[in-house]
């Protein structure tokens, strides 16, 4: 089984609606991660968490929110989708030892 | 402001070939600079890492130069495979507790027979 898993793994969705990425780890660590990829610009930190009861903005965390369930489980919403939200969205979470970041296998996103 | 800046954002290279992808960085507080790859449709994943105190680390056909003076590292790929055509990401991290990740912004490899 994965360690890290997200759901869906592709959704496609229309301007305005409120969408929430899942994220879930059996790998232990307390610290997670939401990133964004889009082509040429590489891997964008959006929110990151320490632990349960921390959470912190990354570098365009503008439209996006994030809740931290559990030390397991770390979801990102979408409050009011847009077009330009359209990405590879990317949950990872690190043993905070080295920080070497352990990615999950992406979820898709279209916002039409 | 770009803190790892990668290049080239994309390569070609024949097999068997050698494959070079360099970063620099700023922040002198670095002080762990990985690889990561990733294949289409998958997460990234580690591939090799280094810390300041050594000039090079190789694995297998991977190998990273580390220049702590020039900030500058990079990822040389040995007899280059077509199998190792992906897309690689050199990342940094600072020293201390609770500090994130920073990542380049990519390359993608495509080697070809």
């Known amino acids: 089984d994965a360690d890290v898993t997200q759901t869906p793994r592709n959704r496609i969705t229309k301007t305005g609606k409120r969408i929430m990425l899942e994220c879930s780890q059996t790998k232990g660590h307390d610290r997670m991660y939401w990133y964004r990829q889009d082509p040429g610009l590489g891997l964008q930190l959006i929110y990151y968490?320490?632990?349960?009861?921390?959470?912190n903005k990354g570098e365009i965390s503008d439209g996006y929110s994030v809740s931290r369930q559990a030390q397991a489980k770390f979801s990102l919403s979408l409050e009011s989708a847009i077009p330009n939200q359209t990405a590879l969205y990317f949950c990872?979470?690190?043993?905070?030892?080295?920080?070497?970041?352990?990615f999950g296998p992406g979820t898709r996103l279209t916002v039409l | 402001q770009q803190q790892v800046k990668q290049s080239p954002q994309s390569l070609i290279v024949q097999k068997g070939g050698i494959s070079i992808i360099n970063c620099a960085y700023e922040n002198t507080a670095f002080d762990y600079f990985p690889w990561y790859q990733q294949f289409p449709g998958k997460g990234p994943a580690l591939l090799i890492a280094?810390?300041?105190?050594?000039s090079e680390k190789k694995e297998g056909r991977f190998t990273i130069s580390f220049n702590k003076s020039a900030k500058q590292f990079s990822l040389h790929i040995m007899d280059s495979q077509p199998g190792d055509s992906a897309t690689y990401f050199c990342a940094a991290t600072p020293s201390g507790g609770y500090q994130k990740v920073t990542f380049g912004i990519g390359t993608k490899l495509q080697v070809i027979p």
């Open positions: 990872a979470t690190s043993d905070g030892l080295t920080d070497t970041q352990y």
């Open positions: 968490s320490f632990d349960v009861k921390d959470i």
């Open positions: 280094i810390r300041p105190d050594v």
